[in-house]
């Protein structure tokens, strides 16, 4: 810290209230069509939620979005490459 600088600030601290400087705020007026136009988009996401936790639009969507992919049900098969990776990295290339 500068030398002073903690007298300077408890002095101007204790000079008590200074009603010149002081700034009124004024809220903002209230604008309800925000709040409206989001509601559509929350609902449509909450929905989006639902549905795809449920899995009733599975049999509409396509099947490498709902496959063992998604599911990670093929666990023989390193899907990430990350085996691969590794091998590349500790130069064990076959």
């Known amino acids: 810290m500068p030398s002073g600088m ?9 000079g008590g209230p200074v009603a010149g400087r002081v700034v009124a705020f004024r809220p903002r ?12 988009l ?9 549905l795809g936790a449920m899995g009733t ?8 979005v709902t496959g063992a992919v998604a599911d990670n ?13 590794e091998d590349y990295v500790e ?3 076959t």
């Open 73 to 85: 049900g093929d666990t023989v098969d390193d899907l990430g490459g990350v085996t691969d990776a």
């Open 6 to 14: 903690s007298e300077r600030l408890l002095a101007e601290l204790g």
């Open 57 to 64: 639009l599975d049999s509409l969507l396509p099947q490498s």
């Open 42 to 50: 929350a609902a449509s996401l909450a929905a989006g939620v639902y």
């Open 91 to 93: 130069e064990n290339l």
């Open 29 to 40: 007026p209230r604008n309800v069509f925000r709040y409206l136009a989001a509601l559509p």
